[in-house]
């Protein structure tokens, strides 16, 4: 059975420009590459030839990788989504029962994760720690910097 991989319409969008991207201009660009580094001659000591070729290799595992994503994407509509527990696609608010800094999550698919811009991983250990509960309750996270214990302030939608 293939698993699906859950996704935010935004996401999904994202992935699927992405492999637009290396079908459409990336891939010819380095088709190009290679051409013209092999018209260079003895292709052994040919460095372009060989970082096109890298390239190459690069840009078709990329676009493999994505594919299955976009095959297997499961898609969650978000406008959809409501409730007082967390789950994917919600938006957390916390306070650091330590530090008394807030910070503000959206739980996404592993793909789409980005913590610079407040996106974590479904599968994090803060995301795994925050399902199931709900305003108001503690969550104790054992992260790589050691334990951390966090308030959840605010579950949002959308």
């Known amino acids: 059975m293939v698993e699906k991989v ?18 459409q201009e990336e891939r010819p660009r380095i088709i190009e590459a290679i051409s013209e580094a092999r018209a260079h001659g003895d292709l052994s000591e040919n460095a372009e030839y060989h970082a096109a070729k890298e390239a190459q290799s690069h840009n078709e595992g990329r676009i493999t990788e994505l594919e299955d ?8 509509d978000l406008s959809k989504m409501s409730g007082s527990k967390i789950k994917f696609g919600a938006t957390v608010k916390l306070i650091d029962e330590d530090t008394d800094e807030e910070k503000t ?14 996106r974590i991983s479904i599968s994090s250990p803060i995301a795994r720690a925050l399902i199931g509960k709900e305003a108001g309750e503690s969550i104790e996270v054992n992260a790589p910097g050691g334990s951390k214990a966090y308030e959840i302030l605010e579950v949002t939608w959308g």
Do not use: C, H, N
């Open 69 to 76: 994503f976009v095959a297997r994407a499961e898609i969650i």
């Open 105 to 118: 999550y959206q739980i996404v698919g592993d793909q789409e994760a980005d913590v610079k811009s407040g």
């Open 6 to 23: 859950p996704m935010t319409p935004g996401g999904f969008a994202k992935l699927q420009e992405e492999l637009r991207w290396r079908q």
